[in-house]
């Protein structure tokens, strides 16, 4: 079997990124709008800070406004409540995304639940949720957005009667991508820790999305030759190389043996480079298309 062909996050998320500046442009010259996107980090995980700085840099770069709050991570409850609802007050705020998880102590459903729906750029409140489950306008997780895209730059419009196999069932990840699969008429099926014979469930897919957060777990003969397999994992693991891992350096794995599956799968997203990309690509976009509901102009 010849090699997967590798999706490119890089090439897809340049793209969304060009779009969505040109649309910035366009909302300043002619509607006097600046699309603004708060991010709330809370604590000092090192992994987060990089995703944070590149949501910030990357925003920036379009032509939007961008803050970026930190917390401790002991603040209390009704602190981080607080510059929620001051955030949800902010006219120059379109986007609100408080990034998970939260330091222990503090309660994440109450925290999202508190976000303006119509600012919930991560699309996690129940409104949002409902809203996609049941096919209306919303604004829908950014992975789960980015997913879809590299998958239709591999599959194009023919995804109906796909088998799809999500592996994960996360409100931010693994439930909104199944969602999306099923609205382009694929066949779902959302497997997880509880699932028997997982190896056995991910062969039926055509489409394999893995959302496990455990690093390279989906083995290449887990995966149907020639399938799409999307890896949503971002996992941060030491070095092969003794030498290097003796110095405490670590790199970005997913959640797909990628190398064995390369043999495997006709495409495959890698890890760095594929979805994270994409990710934070749909963040701009979201926050682009929060603002403009928000001025009433969609
Ligand atoms: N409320 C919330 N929403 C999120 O969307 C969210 C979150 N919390 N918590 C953490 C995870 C993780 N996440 C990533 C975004 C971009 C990259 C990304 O850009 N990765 C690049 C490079 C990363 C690097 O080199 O360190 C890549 O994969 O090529 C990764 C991970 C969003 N998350």
Redesign the pocket.
């Known amino acids: 079997m010849s090699q997967a062909r590798i999706i490119d996050?890089k090439a897809l998320s340049d793209r969304i990124q060009d779009e969505v500046t040109a649309e910035v442009a366009k909302l300043k010259a002619e509607h006097g709008l600046t699309p603004g996107l708060a991010v709330v980090l809370v604590g000092e995980d090192p992994a987060?800070q990089?995703?944070v700085r590149?949501k910030g840099e990357r925003s920036k770069a379009a032509g939007m406004h961008s803050v970026t709050h930190r917390l401790p991570a002991d603040v209390a409850q009704a602190e981080l409540i607080a510059l929620v609802e001051k955030l949800n007050a902010d006219p120059a705020i379109h986007g609100i995304?408080?990034?998970?998880p939260l330091p222990k102590g503090l309660d994440e459903k109450a925290v999202i639940t508190t976000i303006s729906p119509d600012k919930d750029v991560?699309g996690?409140h129940v409104v949002n949720a409902g809203r996609l489950s049941q096919g209306l306008p919303a604004l829908v997780p950014?992975?789960p957005v980015g997913s879809m895209v590299m998958l239709r730059d591999v599959l194009g419009d023919n995804l109906a009667g796909k088998r799809a196999v999500v592996v994960g069932r996360s409100i931010?990840v693994g439930r909104p991508i199944a969602q999306l699969l099923l609205q382009a008429d694929c066949t779902v099926t959302i497997a997880h820790s509880r699932t028997v014979d997982l190896p056995a469930v991910c062969r039926e897919a055509d489409i394999l999305v893995a959302a496990v957060g455990r690093p390279r777990m989906i083995q290449a003969d887990w995966i149907k030759p020639g399938a799409t397999v999307i890896d949503v994992g971002?996992n941060r693991v030491p070095f092969d190389d003794p030498i290097k891992a003796a110095e405490g350096k670590t790199k970005?794995v997913g959640d797909v043996a990628y190398k064995p599956a390369l043999q495997v799968a006709g495409a495959i997203t890698p890890?760095?480079?594929?979805v994270?990309?994409m990710?934070?690509a749909c963040l701009l976009q979201n926050t682009v298309t929060a603002a403009k509901r928000i001025a009433g102009l969609e």
Do not use: E, F, H, K
């Not at 995304?97 to 998970?100: S, T």
């Not at 890890?271 to 594929?274: D, I, R, T």
């Open positions: 996050g987060s990089v995703y590149s995304l408080v990034q998970l991560d996690l950014c992975t931010l971002i970005l890890v760095p480079g594929g994270g990309l990710t934070v």
